[in-house]
């Protein structure tokens, strides 16, 4: 049976209450206190500066303690066994530029495929990002989104996941009490047990091929490798390694693959505003003979420009990602913020706010042209706040950059076109409900610029196709 309606894009709500109420909101959501902050000074204050008792997590009762056995990094409080897998994961930081050669391989895979068959973009974006992640997770390649076992199994968590954590769908997160019922009254939590099995399986196995493929010299340098191998040093337990290597792929792929298609959708809708000044600054700087590079892009500043842009104009994590929760009280600008508030950074309030971005739902890359008065490191807030601030910001704006200034250098893209020739408009606003905000599926046309730039994808591509192989040993 279907819950009754609401509220399906619930940041639109909370955007409106902080126009409503200012930028700090208070709401009840059963017996917990639950914060909306819809502005980037705020939330920078709260989220940032305040992170040492702004960074835990609300319980996540069916999510976290009987689907994940408390073994999931993402959704754990604050505290020990959090530091360590925090301190682990951020090795996705540390290293994020020995992933540069991953990226740019499948990229001119990536490329290759938008030349041969451009209507299918959306699956193309998505094998990208699930490779890369997979690759850097468990050193192994993806060739097919719809077979490959470990995104079909992933794919299926994810979504079992997704479908759990909605707020308000489960009497238990506000009555923890019904947790001590004996299991044949709760067939909610049979179903969720019954996933944790699955997933406890395949997760391990995942992790026993990579422990062989060490064992036989083929493993290549991974996420998953390092962990097997400082195993001792981090004290860290089969089912735990094996939870860990699951936290990538939950957290970067949809992300990763959601963005570049904002990017797609910001081209049929927008393209001619943008795309020339693009190509310009491309073609002065990377010319007609070779793929744009990592090497190219302190030279490319439209390009970073157009990548801030994409990450603002529809940010994926729409809702600041997992909500954070407060381990103690304090007060903001004379508010009482009680211990145990679920405080949510409501991204689409804070980027579409006019103050900060003016004519907001414009896709406008000047805005990033010159620096402004916004805090944080990158101009916008995509990547969240303090201690929980996104340890996969490296690797996911080298990917967005990477195939942004590749596809822009060897595609024209625009709207579709149909029967009569005439252009199909594109909905800006037609985004998914979920946890994740990414673009339904919408047209676009995407053509090469000239033949002579196929020549340079296809040569490049096969030459990228060489080296892959070792990942598919
Ligand atoms: C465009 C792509 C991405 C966006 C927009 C994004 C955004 C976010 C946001 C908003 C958060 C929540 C931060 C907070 O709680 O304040 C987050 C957390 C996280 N992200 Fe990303 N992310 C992206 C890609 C990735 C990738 C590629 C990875 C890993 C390979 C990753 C790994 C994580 C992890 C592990 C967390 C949880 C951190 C924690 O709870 O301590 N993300 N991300």
Same mark, same amino acid.
């Given at each position: 049976? !279907?819950?009754?309606?609401?509220?399906?894009?619930?940041?639109?709500?909370?955007?409106?209450?902080?126009?409503?109420?200012?930028?700090?909101?208070?709401?009840?959501?059963?017996?917990?206190?639950?914060?909306?902050?819809?502005?980037?000074?705020?939330?920078?204050?709260?989220?940032?500066?305040?992170?040492?008792?702004?960074?835990?997590?609300?319980?996540?009762?069916?999510?976290?303690?009987?689907?994940?056995?408390?073994?999931?990094g993402l959704?754990?409080?604050?505290?020990?066994?959090w530091k360590r897998w925090r301190r682990v994961s951020s090795f996705m930081q540390r290293a994020s530029d020995t992933y540069k050669p991953i990226q740019?391989?499948?990229?001119?895979?990536?490329?290759?495929?938008?030349?041969?068959?451009?209507?299918?973009?959306?699956?193309?974006?998505?094998?990208?990002?699930?490779?890369v992640v997979?690759m850097v997770t468990?050193g192994?390649?993806?060739?097919?989104?719809?077979?490959?076992?470990?995104?079909?199994?992933?794919?299926?968590?994810?979504?079992?996941?997704?479908?759990?954590?909605?707020?308000?769908?489960?009497?238990?997160?506000?009555?923890?009490?019904?947790?001590?019922?004996?299991?044949?009254?709760?067939?909610?939590?049979?179903?969720?047990?019954?996933?944790?099995?699955?997933?406890?399986?395949?997760?391990?196995?995942?992790?026993?091929?990579?422990?062989?493929?060490?064992?036989?010299?083929?493993?290549q340098p991974s996420f998953c490798r390092q962990l097997l191998e400082d195993?001792?040093k981090n004290?860290m337990?089969?089912?735990?390694i094996?939870?860990t290597c699951?936290t990538p792929?939950?957290a970067g792929?949809?992300?990763?693959?959601?963005?570049?298609?904002?990017?797609?959708?910001?081209?049929?809708?927008?393209?001619?505003?943008?795309?020339?000044?693009?190509?310009?600054?491309?073609?002065?700087?990377?010319?007609?003979?070779?793929?744009?590079?990592f090497?190219?892009f302190?030279?490319?500043?439209?390009?970073?420009?157009?990548?801030?842009?994409?990450?603002?104009?529809?940010?994926?994590?729409?809702?600041?990602?997992?909500?954070?929760?407060?381990?103690?009280?304090?007060?903001?600008?004379?508010?009482?913020?009680?211990?145990?508030?679920?405080?949510?950074?409501?991204?689409?309030?804070?980027?579409?706010?006019?103050?900060?971005?003016?004519?907001?739902?414009?896709?406008?890359?000047?805005?990033?042209?010159?620096?402004?008065?916004?805090?944080?490191p990158w101009?916008?807030?995509?990547f969240g706040?303090g201690r929980r601030v996104c340890p996969g910001q490296h690797l996911a704006s080298n990917s967005?950059y990477?195939?942004?200034?590749?596809?822009?250098?060897?595609?024209?893209?625009?709207?579709?076109? !149909?029967?009569?020739?005439?252009?199909?408009?594109?909905?800006?606003?037609?985004?998914?409900?979920?946890?994740?905000?990414?673009?339904?599926?919408?047209?676009?046309?995407?053509?090469?610029?000239?033949?002579?730039?196929?020549?340079?994808?296809?040569?490049?591509?096969?030459?990228?196709?060489?080296?892959?192989?070792?990942?598919?040993?």
């Amino acid at each position: 049976k !279907d819950l009754p309606p609401g509220p399906v894009k619930p940041w639109r709500w909370f955007q409106e209450l902080n126009d409503q109420y200012g930028p700090v909101v208070y709401l009840q959501m059963g017996r917990t206190p639950t914060i909306v902050l819809g502005t980037a000074q705020a939330a920078w204050e709260i989220l940032e500066k305040k992170s040492p008792v702004t960074s835990s997590r609300p319980r996540f009762i069916m999510g976290q303690e009987i689907l994940s056995n408390n073994l999931r990094g993402l959704m754990a409080a604050h505290g020990p066994f959090w530091k360590r897998w925090r301190r682990v994961s951020s090795f996705m930081q540390r290293a994020s530029d020995t992933y540069k050669p991953i990226q740019s391989l499948e990229s001119k895979q990536l490329m290759s495929e938008l030349a041969k068959t451009p209507a299918n973009y959306r699956e193309h974006l998505e094998r990208y990002a699930t490779s890369v992640v997979v690759m850097v997770t468990y050193g192994r390649r993806v060739h097919d989104i719809y077979n490959d076992e470990v995104v079909c199994l992933n794919r299926e968590t994810q979504d079992f996941l997704t479908s759990i954590n909605i707020p308000g769908k489960y009497l238990v997160e506000s009555v923890p009490a019904l947790l001590y019922l004996p299991h044949f009254l709760t067939p909610w939590r049979t179903a969720a047990l019954k996933q944790r099995e699955r997933d406890k399986e395949y997760l391990t196995r995942l992790v026993n091929e990579v422990q062989s493929k060490m064992e036989s010299g083929r493993a290549q340098p991974s996420f998953c490798r390092q962990l097997l191998e400082d195993r001792e040093k981090n004290d860290m337990g089969d089912l735990e390694i094996a939870y860990t290597c699951s936290t990538p792929f939950g957290a970067g792929v949809e992300t990763s693959a959601g963005s570049l298609s904002s990017f797609m959708l910001a081209c049929a809708a927008f393209g001619p505003s943008f795309i020339p000044q693009a190509q310009k600054e491309l073609d002065a700087v990377v010319g007609p003979d070779r793929l744009p590079t990592f090497e190219d892009f302190d030279d490319l500043p439209f390009i970073r420009a157009i990548v801030n842009e994409t990450l603002r104009w529809r940010p994926v994590a729409v809702l600041g990602g997992t909500p954070h929760s407060s381990t103690e009280d304090f007060v903001y600008q004379d508010m009482f913020i009680p211990k145990g508030s679920t405080i949510i950074a409501n991204l689409w309030g804070i980027h579409l706010n006019p103050v900060d971005f003016p004519d907001p739902h414009r896709f406008d890359p000047e805005r990033f042209m010159s620096k402004r008065d916004y805090p944080g490191p990158w101009q916008h807030s995509s990547f969240g706040y303090g201690r929980r601030v996104c340890p996969g910001q490296h690797l996911a704006s080298n990917s967005i950059y990477i195939n942004i200034a590749r596809i822009l250098w060897g595609f024209n893209l625009g709207k579709a076109r !149909d029967e009569n020739g005439q252009e199909i408009d594109v909905d800006t606003f037609a985004y998914t409900d979920g946890f994740n905000s990414v673009p339904l599926p919408f047209p676009i046309s995407i053509t090469p610029r000239s033949p002579g730039h196929v020549v340079i994808i296809e040569r490049e591509n096969e030459a990228a196709q060489e080296e892959l192989k070792a990942y598919d040993l």
